[in-house]
């Protein structure tokens, strides 16, 4: 590793997070507990609302005193800036559009900068979730060492984005990323310091910055006072949730259905419509949206209990009881599920019968 990725000048902070979704947050806490006590509440949070409303998440987590400050990041996607797009169009030459990528990834970064809230150059360590969004390209357009972690629960398992998104010529590709002329996500940077994973196993093509750091070990060694915390922090209305729980029917089989932002709204309706008339018959269907699914539904399923999409399903698992005898998910990941006794991801072959098979199998296509 070049010098300039160990060595850190002017260093006056210790760790900044930067978070683009509730799961991320819910990571950050598990990962700040467990720091020691000294090192704990030193930290400052990044809200990146590019693609989440957090709402008041940043008042609610502030007054627990996990970290020292907590900031909002108004990260703008490159369709934000419209002298970006004439580098993005395909002119089906190879070298005509590494020469545009590599012009793209420098000027948007620049462009970006106006709109980073802090000085990531202050801090010892900076861990970024999802760094294919723009706070990656910025990093490494500032030459600022990083440390990336996975966007979701084992998320390199199911789709590996960074040969996905650069298909043909990825060699090539990865080592422009390596030279920072380009820039590749999930480990390929050059400012990338190690990319954190739940799991190495079954991802297809591990790397050498592939470092594992297990969910599940995190969650083990919580307190019943950090418990306690993260439920705080990300449950607005604890009134609520207890009713929730207490309405669920322990005589009969209860089943809850994770929903997922798949497809356009028509389908995704038709989808989890699909799903509860399927499961209605075994049992109770309890429905947990995700927290970036837009579908109402309360509305469109006023039958059937709702839990709040705010609240990461991890939340559950802090509860200590196994609330459904089964949980069911389309293309989202169940080895982290503790809240219920069985649970199935139903997988690409379910979604081949709502859209076409290419947009949800990824790894196939490399």
Known sequence: MSKDLNVRNNVTKSRIYVCHTYYHVYVTMLKEFALPKEEQGTATLVLSKMSTDFEDLQSRLLKLGVFE??????????????ELAKYKVDYGNFVKNM???????????????????????QYREVYVFCD????????????????????GLNSLVHVDAARYDNRGNFPIKAFLAKLNLIFIQNGYSKYCVDMEVNQIEGIRYPIKKHKEVPRRELEA???EEEKKLIIQGFVADASRLRGLIERIDDEKKNIVILTEPLCELPVRK???SDLIEEYKKQGTVVLKPHPRDV???????????????????????????????????VLTDINGIRFAGNAVRLGPDFMDKYEAPEIHRQNEQF
């Not at 294919?132 to 966007?151: A, C, F, M, Q, T």
């Not at 509305?299 to 459904?324: S, T």
């Open 69 to 82: 400050e907590i900031l909002l990041f108004d990260e703008k996607p490159y369709t934000f800036f419209e």
């Open 99 to 121: 020469v545009n990528r590599i012009i793209f990834t420098k000027k948007f970064a620049r462009l970006q900068s106006a709109y980073v809230p802090v000085d990531f150059s």
């Open 132 to 151: 294919s969004d723009p706070i990656g390209y910025y990093l490494n357009y500032k030459r600022i060492p990083y440390h990336s972690v996975e966007d």
């Open 221 to 223: 060694r919580l307190t």
């Open 270 to 272: 038709q989808i989890f």
């Open 295 to 329: 579908l109402d539904y309360e509305k469109e399923f006023p039958e059937h209990l709702v839990f709040d999409k705010r609240m990461p399903m991890e939340i559950l698992n802090l509860l200590g009881q196994e609330f459904f005898d089964l949980a069911v998910a």
